[in-house]
């Protein structure tokens, strides 16, 4: 090829995620040519070890179990979560996309369990969950896709800078041969001309230490996280070197259910997310007190836990833990599960003051039963079940980094924004790069399904575009 340019292609993707494979797979079947680039020796980014959940109102078990919900109440609850500052337009189109992008999967082959889960913040269950608990089955279905339309994925391939014109239009990328994440580049650089579009997909910064405490100084190295080592903020850098908008970098979620006995995000977290936040308390073992509604959103459960400046209990009895057993029995071998015969010998176990959790417990259970307002704002109707079934399980519970609410400024159409909220020419981002759809804080299982909304809507409208001619790169 003649000129600056090593490769070409229509579409460029940068990341293969749920949302860099959604934008290739709907780029070719809209006719493009597509390249995929990923940095890393494996696909799938945190796509790939997240726990395979997605929320959605009117979603296929929903209709089928008779459960009454609609995009408008999904809406209110993610505005509420994000405290009013996610940006209505894109939240409206995750909110009446977000069933489509899960039969968009089930199309490509992903299975689900015929079971609906209801997470903090959430008004209604609408969590549907991957037969195989594994978000892997989407990055396996999505690349069995791209493989019969003939996408190949460029691994240890990473974003250098994005490529411009004298206009501002983008027009490439610059690319480093052979990533090693443990030592950087390691070989030599190319450039690939997108004759229609780039889009971003590169997911978040999580476990970029640096650059997040850029945005938070108390998210240091002591804090761990729950993302893939891959989760480093250069795809945002290259979109900011060119004078794309920033939007909420400094809203990093943690996740609450972080077990405080395991690295990242493992089946001890698991057993928190889907036993004891659900079914059980959560106390200050200094106090032997419950400390936050249990069903509140991940900011307001993340805040609480640090504001007590130690590692927190959750406890749950036989009935709870029975949501999850398999993480249990995991657990329980590994000791990051604790079992007691009686609430106090529990307390004990953790040094508690005497009697303070045998009344936490009481106090909580009598509120059950008479219908009383929690004190936290926990409702306390006939969803909630008393702690009265021994044996009684304890897991230690401080919180991680787990998502990076912030990224780059994005138009409806997935559009990338300049800092005067002017769409960059043919440049696209989608998923965990992004800012706007969360604010303050993300509702659980949205994170998969908006990657797929907006991934689906990057790819269609870079396919869309027409070729450009001029051939002259600027990095």
């Given at each position: 090829m003649s000129g600056p340019w090593d490769e070409q292609t229509d579409v460029v993707v940068i990341g293969s995620g749920a949302a860099g494979l959604s934008a290739a797979i709907e780029a070719e079947a809209a006719g493009a040519s597509v390249v995929v680039l990923e940095k890393m020796k494996v696909t799938g980014g945190n796509t790939r070890i997240s726990d395979g959940c997605l929320s959605a109102p009117n979603n296929f078990l929903q209709k089928r179990m008779g459960v009454a919900d609609s995009p408008e109440l999904f809406y209110e609850d993610l505005m509420k979560a994000g405290l009013g500052l996610n940006h209505p337009e894109l939240v409206r189109i995750f909110a009446e996309q977000a069933s489509d992008a899960i039969d968009w999967t089930r199309d490509l082959g992903v299975r689900y369990l015929d079971r609906l889960d209801r997470f903090g913040g959430h008004s209604a269950a609408r969590g549907v969950t991957i037969r195989n608990n594994a978000g892997v089955d989407i990055i396996k279905a999505q690349r069995k896709k791209l493989g019969r339309l003939g996408v190949t994925i460029q691994t240890r391939s990473s974003l250098v800078a994005l490529i411009t014109d004298a206009d501002g239009m983008t027009t490439g990328v610059r690319v480093g041969c052979g990533h090693d994440p443990s030592g950087g580049i390691r070989e030599n650089t190319k450039n690939i001309r997108a004759l229609r579009g780039v889009v971003i997909a590169t997911g978040g910064f999580g476990g970029d230490?640096?650059?997040?405490?850029?945005?938070?100084?108390?998210?240091?190295?002591?804090?761990?996280?729950?993302?893939?080592?891959?989760?480093?903020?250069?795809?945002?850098?290259?979109?900011?070197?060119?004078?794309?908008?920033?939007?909420?970098?400094?809203?990093?979620?943690?996740?609450?259910?972080?077990?405080?006995?395991?690295?990242?995000?493992?089946?001890?977290?698991?057993?928190?997310?889907?036993?004891?936040?659900?079914?059980?308390?959560?106390?200050?073992?200094?106090?032997?007190?419950?400390?936050?509604?249990?069903?509140?959103?991940?900011?307001?459960?993340?805040?609480?836990?640090?504001?007590?400046?130690?590692?927190?209990?959750?406890?749950?009895?036989?009935?709870?833990?029975?949501?999850?057993?398999?993480?249990?029995?995991?657990?329980?071998?590994?000791?990051?599960?604790?079992?007691?015969?009686?609430?106090?010998?529990?307390?004990?176990?953790?040094?508690?003051?005497?009697?303070?959790?045998?009344?936490?417990?009481?106090?909580?259970?009598?509120?059950?039963?008479?219908?009383?307002?929690?004190?936290?704002?926990?409702?306390?109707?006939?969803?909630?079940?008393?702690?009265?079934?021994?044996?009684?399980?304890?897991?230690?519970?401080?919180?991680?980094?787990h998502y990076t609410s912030g990224g780059l400024g994005i138009d409806s159409s997935a559009q990338v924004l300049d800092l005067h909220g002017r769409p960059i020419p043919r440049l696209f981002a989608a998923g965990e790069v992004t800012g706007g759809v969360h604010g303050a804080s993300r509702l659980g299982g949205c994170a998969l399904p908006e990657c797929i909304v907006f991934g689906r809507i990057a790819g269609r409208g870079a396919a869309a575009l027409t070729p450009w001619t001029s051939a002259e790169p600027r990095a």
């Open positions: 230490v640096g650059f997040r405490m850029r945005q938070n100084p108390r998210l240091d190295e002591t804090v761990s996280s729950t993302n893939h080592k891959g989760a480093t903020a250069e795809g945002l850098i290259a979109g900011l070197k060119i004078h794309a908008m920033p939007v909420h970098l400094s809203w990093i979620q943690l996740g609450p259910w972080g077990c405080a006995d395991e690295i990242g995000y493992g089946r001890g977290a698991r057993f928190a997310s889907y036993s004891i936040y659900p079914a059980g308390v959560v106390v200050d073992p200094g106090t032997g007190r419950r400390i936050v509604n249990e069903w509140g959103d991940r900011r307001q459960r993340s805040d609480a836990i640090f504001n007590t400046g130690r590692a927190c209990i959750g406890i749950v009895d036989s009935k709870g833990a029975e949501l999850d057993p398999d993480s249990l029995g995991h657990c329980l071998e590994t000791r990051k599960i604790r079992k007691f015969k009686t609430i106090a010998g529990l307390g004990d176990a953790y040094g508690m003051p005497d009697g303070a959790l045998e009344k936490t417990v009481a106090d909580y259970n009598r509120s059950i039963e008479d219908g009383k307002a929690d004190r936290f704002g926990k409702p306390l109707g006939r969803d909630a079940n008393p702690i009265d079934a021994p044996p009684f399980y304890a897991l230690g519970i401080w919180p991680k980094v």
